[in-house]
Every structure is written in structure tokens, then in C-alpha cells.
């Protein structure tokens, strides 16, 4: 993307899907093609191997976390463990959790409780294949004096917690079931947060998220199988603070060197989610096949948002901001005997609205005065994303006893295009920029299920994101030396490299009796 491209991308939004591990009812919103890991990846799934499929093939281990009325399906109370490890090319990042989950049925009630421990790695920017940066010579032959009072940058992972839980209940005689569930995640560790702070020293991060969710399940028997009725009302907020530690050169005339001294800023990141989806599945007249459709809507308020920077991309500050996101999805599956197969098909259009404030009064290029908290920028932003899914899995019985082993294979496809018109009231100008990528993941899976243990594999791959890397100064210009800062605007371009993101999770589940 060219550098005027970035610029107009950041000076408006850098949002990701930061804030929950079960993100079914959560649209993700990205502006540029940064790669995460797979950090909220951390509960059971029994369709993780075949793509993820979920509109028409129920995941019996991964709904309850989802939705809660699904826990009605839970025949026996079981325990989980699903230790996943997770690592972005190029050795840009890492990290690993250990989850730990009980869910248990007594009656017509039914609960469950989960906690999880994660470690996550530093994000490095990756070196540009065949990449040169070039020293550019100072004007004093000393160099740099030395710079004791900036902090060093911290290489050491940092935790993060989460805690899960749920209760609910089936009403006999009505096939109706309904619960709820709370969800808290303590955050010190977002994957590829330290990337989008180009020329720091230093971040640490601390905040938390809150995931609500109300639960409602309804289903109609019939000969070739249930019709199902999901409902879906969540309640998300996010707030995270961001600590940026930099270095700012200045001219030491008693020493004749430069030196450095840390300038701290603190960033807050605040979103605020209502959410609310709707999954209805029934049999087709082939015996074995279904389908299912669903709708997702989310209404998100931004009462701030960071001050990111990327290299070569000056930074404006981003006050409130507002989105819609929509989904509607169509999927088929076919269940019949060791055999499953689905294919997902999701459209997404967001719209997104994000300003600036003026701090001060501002003179615009004609003249006139823009007062305090008016707006000085504003960004629109119109999605058209879609989100196909596919997979397949296939059991073969290894004894008499009902033992088996099963395979999966799938393959993610997610398109994301957008249009944004950014309108300038300071400079006066309106520009447009269309963007648009492909990121795809394949999955792959393999299951060995015995009559009082279950041990599960899978894996996924995600390519078409990239890691912000090191600038390549072609030269300096505009240098200006005023006894108090160093101004230096590089001229050259900004370094995206490709990386993929690997993700492994071995799951373990157990009769509780």
C-alpha cells in the first residue's frame, strides 16, 4: 500500500477483534492487513480441523462458550482441557494458553465454569527480505551520547487471565432452553499491539474486557431430524491503557552530543458492544443433509481510540467513534453415518464513523477558526466483507468397543474491502481510498475418541496479513536543527512483510462419572 494509502487508513481507524475468546457474535473490523495471532483461540471445538463450519453443523463442544441455551445438549457432566500454542513467522510472536473447563448437567439444569492462563511473547517487526537500512551521517562526528534515562525495551512474554461461567436451564414439555454466561478476561498481552507504535521504546499494556451473554434455544422434533432456533444477546465492553515509552534526540551543547531523553504517552482503548444473532438450522428432504441461516448485528461505541503509529505515517489524534456491523450467512452440512461435511457462506457490511477533535482553535487554509472540541477530521468507512467457510470429517472405528479415529480438513477464506472518504475541515480536503485483501486458513484435525476419553488435534494456518518491518531510508530531507528537536522526515516507503500465523491445540475431555 502506498504511503498516502496508510496515511489515510491511520489517521482514521486501526480496530481489530481484541476483546473475547468467543467471538461468534463479534464482527471483526480491520483496516490494514496486520497479522494476529490466534490468541483468544483457546476453547474446545469439535469443527475447528474442518474450517470452522458452524451455520448448518452444531460444535457440540465449543457452543456453550458461544451461546449458552446450548449447554441443554450436554449429556454427561465432562471436563476439558485444550493446552494451545500458537506462533507468527519470522519469529514475530508467540504464545501459548492453558485452559481448564468443567461443564456439568444435573436435571434440567445445567452449568459450567472455566479458567485460563495465557503467556504471550513481545511482537518484533520482521526484517524485509533483501532489506538494507541505511545510516544516514549526523551533522556532529560524536554520534550519541549516552541515554541511561530511556528504558531498554522489555523482551519479556506477559500473562494473560480469563475466567468463564455459565448456568442454564431446559423447560420440560416445551423443548425450550435458556442461560447465561459471563466471560472476564484480564489483559496485559494483545498480540501485535507494540507494532502499531512505530520508533517506541517501550509499551506496556494493562486492561480487561466483560463479555455478557443471554441464551435462548428452541427446538421442534420431527422425522428427519430437529428444527433449531438460536438466540444470541451479548453485551461487551473493552477498555484498555496503553504506557509508550520514546526517545527524543536533543542537541547537548555542554557535551557537543546528541542526547536522549524518554517521553512517555499514554493511550486509552475504549469500545463499548451490543450484539445480537439469530441461527435457525432445519433437515432437507435428503435423508442426512441441512441447512441453516443466520443473522448478526452489532452496534459499537469507541469513546476512544489509540494514537497509533506506523513508520513513515504521522500520527493524528482519534476521539469517538461509532460502527454497525452486520453478518448474514447460509450453510449446508451433511451428517451421515461416520461422514460430515459443511460449507458456510458469510456476507458482511459495516459502516464505521470516526473524528477528531480540535484540542485548541484552529485556523483553517481559508481562513476561518475551528473552536475548541469541534471537529477537525472525519473518516467513513463502508465495508462489503464475505466469509467462506468449508470442511470435512471422517471417522473410522478402530475396535469393538467403539473406539475411533477421525480426520479433518478445512479451508477459510475471509475477503475484507472497504471505501473511505476522509474530509479534512482544517486543510480543507476530501480524498478516497479503496482497499481490499484476502486472507486465507487452511485446517487440518485428527481425533481419537474411546469410550471414557476423548484426545483431539488441530490446527490451523493463516496467510495474506503481514508485520509491519523497518523502514528503508533512502535519504533525509527537510533536516532541521532548533536546539530542541531533531526533525528528520524519511522520504522512503513503509515495509509490510507477509507472515502466517500457526496455531496447534491439543484438547483433552473426560467423563466426570
Known amino acids: 500500500m502506498p504511503v498516502s494509502g496508510l496515511r489515510a487508513v491511520c489517521l482514521a481507524t486501526l480496530s481489530f477483534c481484541f476483546v473475547s475468546p468467543a467471538q461468534a457474535q463479534l464482527i471483526p473490523i480491520k483496516t490494514i492487513p496486520i497479522a494476529q495471532g490466534n490468541q ?20 457440540s463442544l465449543q457452543d456453550p462458550f458461544v451461546n449458552p441455551a446450548t449447554g441443554s445438549r450436554l449429556q454427561t457432566s465432562r471436563f476439558f482441557s485444550s493446552p494451545t500454542v500458537y506462533s507468527v513467522t ?32 513481545p511482537s518484533r517487526p520482521p526484517e524485509p527480505d533483501g532489506g538494507v537500512i541505511v545510516d544516514v551521517p549526523l551533522s556532529n562526528p560524536g554520534g550519541f551520547g549516552p541515554s541511561s534515562v530511556v528504558p ?34 484480564g489483559l496485559h498481552a494483545l498480540d501485535g499491539v507494540e507494532l502499531l507504535y512505530a520508533g517506541s521504546r517501550r509499551l506496556a499494556q494493562s486492561g480487561h474486557s466483560l463479555d455478557l451473554r443471554v441464551g435462548a434455544l428452541k427446538e421442534w422434533p420431527g422425522e428427519r431430524g430437529a428444527r433449531t432456533l438460536e438466540a444470541t444477546l451479548l453485551r461487551n465492553t473493552f477498555a484498555a491503557t496503553h504506557e509508550v515509552t520514546y526517545a527524543d534526540a536533543f542537541w547537548d551543547p555542554t557535551t557537543q552530543q546528541f542526547q536522549e531523553q524518554a517521553r ?15 441461527d435457525y438450522r432445519m433437515p432437507l428432504p435428503t435423508p442426512g443433509w441441512r441447512i441453516g441461516w443466520l443473522a448478526t448485528a452489532n452496534s459499537s461505541s469507541q469513546p476512544k481510540i489509540p494514537n497509533y503509529e506506523l513508520a513513515n505515517v504521522p500520527a493524528v489524534p482519534r ?55 469541534a471537529k477537525t477530521l472525519e473518516n467513513r468507512f463502508r465495508f462489503s466483507n464475505a466469509l467462506f467457510r468449508i470442511g470435512f470429517d471422517e471417522r473410522l472405528r478402530l475396535t469393538s468397543n467403539d473406539s475411533t479415529v477421525a480426520f479433518q480438513l478445512g479451508l477459510i477464506l475471509r475477503s475484507i474491502n472497504y471505501h473511505l472518504v476522509q474530509t479534512d475541515h482544517v486543510q480543507l480536503q476530501q480524498r478516497s481510498l479503496d482497499t481490499r485483501w484476502i486472507e486465507w486458513t487452511p485446517t487440518w484435525g485428527l481425533s481419537l475418541r474411546f ?8 490446527g490451523r494456518a493463516t496467510k495474506g496479513g503481514g508485520r509491519p518491518g523497518s523502514p528503508i531510508f533512502i535519504g533525509m530531507g527537510g533536516v532541521r536543527l532548533d536546539g530542541a528537536s531533531l526533525v528528520a522526515p524519511p522520504n522512503g516507503q513503509v515495509v509490510m512483510t507477509d507472515v502466517s500465523t500457526v496455531t496447534h491445540q491439543i484438547s483433552v475431555s473426560l467423563p466426570l462419572r
Not at 156 to 179: T, V
Not at 264 to 278: A, K, V, Y
Not at 341 to 366: K, L, M, N, Q, R
Open 319 to 373: 476521539d469517538p467513534g461509532r460502527t454497525s456491523a452486520y453478518n448474514f450467512g447460509v450453510g449446508v452440512a451433511r451428517v451421515l453415518g461416520p461422514s460430515r461435511f459443511g460449507i458456510d457462506v458469510v456476507y458482511e457490511p459495516i459502516a464505521s464513523y470516526t473524528w477528531a477533535h480540535a484540542a485548541a482553535p484552529i485556523v483553517t487554509a481559508a481562513g476561518d477558526t475551528i473552536g475548541t472540541g
Open 451 to 458: 469410550p471414557n476419553v476423548e484426545v483431539r488435534y488441530q
Open 90 to 121: 519470522r519469529g514475530t510472536g508467540g504464545g501459548r494458553s492453558l485452559p481448564l473447563a468443567v461443564l456439568a448437567r444435573r436435571a434440567n439444569w445445567y452449568g459450567g465454569l472455566a479458567l485460563a492462563l495465557q503467556q504471550v511473547d
Open 40 to 59: 483468544f483461540q483457546i476453547f474446545p471445538s469439535n469443527n475447528l480441523g474442518m474450517g470452522s463450519v458452524s451455520i448448518a453443523l452444531p460444535d
Open 264 to 278: 512517555i504517552e499514554r493511550n486509552f482503548d475504549r469500545s463499548n458492544t451490543w450484539g445480537l444473532q439469530l
Open 152 to 185: 531498554s525495551p522489555d523482551l519479556r512474554a506477559h500473562g494473560n487471565q480469563f475466567a468463564f461461567g455459565m448456568i442454564g436451564r431446559s423447560i420440560p414439555g416445551r423443548n425450550l432452553s435458556i442461560g447465561a454466561s459471563v466471560l472476564w478476561n
